[in-house]
């Protein structure tokens, strides 16, 4: 597609979802790249300006990642961020060195409102930092345009090269005014026009859709989630009978699940779709047999589904087009986008096997977050009970259940998380988590039921509030809440005999355990 773009370059920042995240929320797209990235690709991308996140190295130390004086000089902005900026001035002839003071969390800023960059933003603001190095010297040429208590050069810039360095982090949520920052930098500094916009995605994908399928036919993986519902009815609006979705019910579902799946998208729900359920729970169980190993079981849940559509292609006859429900942080954790380490491979994207039998995978919604996702459905007639229904993984109870999966842990999980939300939904709590679950753990404690010793399992309890699932932050579900949900789960399901809550934010945690 055609459309303004600005390029994130990463060099192993926490935060560089984040930082794409907050651009696209003004309406402009953005992609993430490696700071490996050849500069000639750079420049073909014609980006209408550059950002360079933070990372946890230090600039001067040998091996740092690091960039050449040529990026800055493509005649777009640059935006350095933390490391960025300080790698800015490092390569531009500043002085960079370790901070007689670090400073860590909110720290009041003081900004000069005459830049452009801090245009409409208090001239004393919150900012997050998170830094043991700092500019001790800017870059000849720059000017310093903030500073704190203890950082001299809490920003800077060099107006004429269109060069701006930012200490701070103000694509995270306790940077009062990071929106705002990041605002001004896309449409004051780089002349962004906002040309991002979902209506206008949807209508442009169903052309290109049904330019790249022309007569073929097409399977979609549909597990009933949300980014897989969106897919698959976006294909339906491109392709029609083109087009047969098939529900792979992987035995890693949630309580009755696989039921609600099929009275949705099958032949009595709202949907005109070729909806074939597959029943394959043996043959995964069997597949994930003393496998302990996280991504070990993420591979083998990616690959065995890809097994299952293979077979059900033949079955239908010559299919061409595999469709796949992948959103950008999926295939940003997996380890292809940016510089991150592999977080976790989605059984989508890291988890596919070398080999896959079918001509090509469109993936539509690869581009986008998951909020993005939610917005091109509401534009798609999907009613919002499905759009903003609880997030669930691809790999299921696989990645919920730590340590070796069998059918009696499935059960296990199965009846404590359907606890867990039939007491959630009845508490009538003021503000919903975003996401809650059940996990069961691979500890087993002692405990005493009934006069006697037990020694079994522990499940935990997770339920978090989050804006854009980057970034979450634990739930405070209230005390006698989840002291009804300890009482049944103990009583209800067998082999439990301990309750756990996981207060852990992201980061350091992520949202699911595996």
Request: net charge negative; with cysteine; hydrophobic share 40%.
């Amino acid at each position: 597609m055609s459309r303004e773009k600005i390029v994130v370059i990463d060099f192993g920042g926490q935060y560089n979802q984040l930082v794409a995240r907050r651009v696209r929320e003004c309406n402009v797209y953005c992609e993430i790249y490696s700071y490996k990235t050849d500069l000639k690709k750079i420049r073909e991308m014609e980006p209408k300006g550059i950002i360079l996140t933070g990372g946890p190295n230090s600039v001067y130390e040998e091996g740092a990642p690091s960039c050449g004086k040529e990026l800055f000089e493509l005649g777009v902005p640059v935006l350095g961020l933390c490391y960025g900026a300080q790698l800015m001035s490092h390569v531009l002839g500043g002085h960079v060195c370790k901070a007689p003071v670090r400073e860590y969390g909110r720290i009041e800023v003081t900004v000069d409102r005459s830049s452009k960059l801090f245009g409409n933003v208090s001239e004393k603001t919150i900012c997050w930092m998170s830094h043991n190095d700092y500019i001790e010297k800017p870059a000849p040429g720059f000017r310093v345009i903030a500073h704190t208590a203890d950082c001299p050069v809490a920003a800077a810039e060099w107006v004429e090269r269109g060069l701006y360095a930012i200490q701070f982090h103000p694509e995270v949520l306790h940077t009062q005014e990071g929106s705002r920052m990041l605002h001004n930098f896309v449409y004051e500094i780089c002349g962004c026009v906002g040309d991002w916009r979902m209506d206008s995605f949807v209508e442009t994908s169903i052309r290109a859709i049904r330019e790249k399928v022309g007569s073929g036919k097409v399977l979609c993986a549909l597990s009933g989630g949300v980014d897989s519902s969106v897919a698959a009815v976006l294909l339906s609006k491109a392709v029609g009978d083109q087009l047969t979705c098939v529900f792979v019910d992987h035995g890693l579902l949630r309580k009755n699940e696989g039921d609600e799946v099929e009275e949705v998208f099958g032949p009595n729900g709202p949907y005109e779709l070729h909806f074939i359920r597959v029943n394959a729970q043996e043959r995964f169980y069997r597949k994930l047999a003393g496998v302990e190993e996280p991504e070990r079981k993420r591979k083998i849940i990616g690959e065995e589904f890809i097994r299952v559509f293979e077979e059900e292609a033949k079955k239908i006859g010559r299919v061409d087009f595999l469709v796949q429900g992948t959103i950008y942080p999926d295939v940003v954790e997996s380890g292809l986008g940016g510089e991150s380490a592999v977080i976790k491979s989605h059984h989508n994207v890291g988890g596919l096997p070398d080999y896959v039998d079918f001509k090509e995978i469109i993936e539509p919604l690869r581009d986008l977050f998951k909020d993005e996702v939610r917005k091109v459905g509401l534009e798609l007639g999907i009613p919002e009970k499905l759009v903003y229904r609880q997030p669930f993984p691809g790999p299921g109870l696989g990645i919920r259940i730590v340590g070796e999966v069998t059918a009696e842990k499935v059960k296990m999980v199965q009846n404590a998380d359907a606890i867990y939300r039939e007491e959630i939904a009845a508490a009538g709590l003021s503000h919903m988590p975003d996401q809650y679950f059940a996990a069961l753990t691979n500890m087993r404690s002692v405990g005493v039921m009934g006069d006697e010793r037990t020694y079994d399992y522990a499940v935990a309890l997770r339920a978090v509030n989050t804006v854009d699932f980057m970034t979450a932050e634990a739930s405070q579900i209230p005390w006698e809440v989840l002291q009804r949900v300890t009482s049944r789960i103990v009583n209800e399901v067998a082999h439990v005999n301990r309750v756990l809550y996981d207060i852990t934010s992201k980061p350091p945690g992520t949202v699911e355990f595996e």
